[in-house]
């Protein structure tokens, strides 16, 4: 079973550009979630979605924004490229759980951004 | 607010020698805590799930407790493919974000 699929895997960018990365999930999965990993913050919560529907969102700008397609396909979209934007993006994916519980979450390999 | 927070930041230990890392957390209603591993470059490789206190779970030279304010992840005779990040994560009730920790960062000498 192929796991979580990132593209692409490295992104070198200029300050004001925008960016888009995209995230396929383990079949199957219908949840997929974004995080932001940088040295000084760790994992930060970006957003979820569910079914294409948005269900969570980090505390973050709104120049970052996501969407999920129909095959549960998801993208993130980042505008106005700040050098604080620099990180690794990684994007998880899971199943709904039952009972109030969550199936754990799988990760793909990320996104390294650099922001120039 | 939901938070947490994993001790120590870093360890090194020789080969054979078991030690423990620590996960403190705070979370309005558990719905279940996660412990990954993740090397460098890499994403987080799933570990284990616990979902309330008391319960454990093993895996391999890894084994993870949990009770209502922390988790440990014991590592027993750990071998130098062992030295890696370890990170802690929490999810609440009624979401669906892990928060985590800032990790274990731990090196098994040879």
């Known amino acids: 079973k192929a796991g979580v699929t990132q593209t692409p895997r490295y992104l070198i960018k200029t300050r004001g550009q925008q960016v888009t990365l995209s995230c396929s999930p383990i079949s199957g999965h219908r949840s997929v979630s974004w995080y932001q990993q940088t040295p000084g913050q760790g994992l930060q919560f970006l957003f979820e979605?569910?079914?294409?529907?948005?269900?969570n969102k980090g505390n973050f700008p709104g120049r970052f924004s996501g969407r999920q397609f129909s095959n549960s396909r998801s993208e993130m979209n980042v505008s106005t490229l700040e050098l604080g934007d620099s990180a690794l993006y990684l994007c998880a994916s899971s199943q709904p759980g039952t009972g109030g519980r969550n199936f754990e979450a799988f990760f793909g390999q990320g996104t390294r951004l650099t922001v120039v | 607010e939901d938070q947490v927070t994993q001790s120590p930041e870093a360890l090194r230990l020789q080969e054979g020698e078991s030690s423990s890392l620590n996960c403190s957390y705070t979370v309005s209603g558990l719905r279940g805590l996660f412990w990954y591993r993740q090397d460098p470059g890499k994403g987080p490789e799933f570990l284990f799930t616990l979902y309330s206190a008391g319960e454990e779970k093993e895996k391999e030279r890894l084994k993870a407790t949990l009770t209502k304010k922390e988790s440990f992840l014991h590592i027993t005779a750990p071998k130098p493919e062992d030295s890696a990040t370890y990170l802690c994560a929490v999810q609440a009730q009624g979401t669906y974000k892990y928060i985590f920790g800032t990790g274990t960062r731990l090196k098994v000498l040879a």
């Open positions: 979605y569910f079914s294409e529907t948005q269900r």
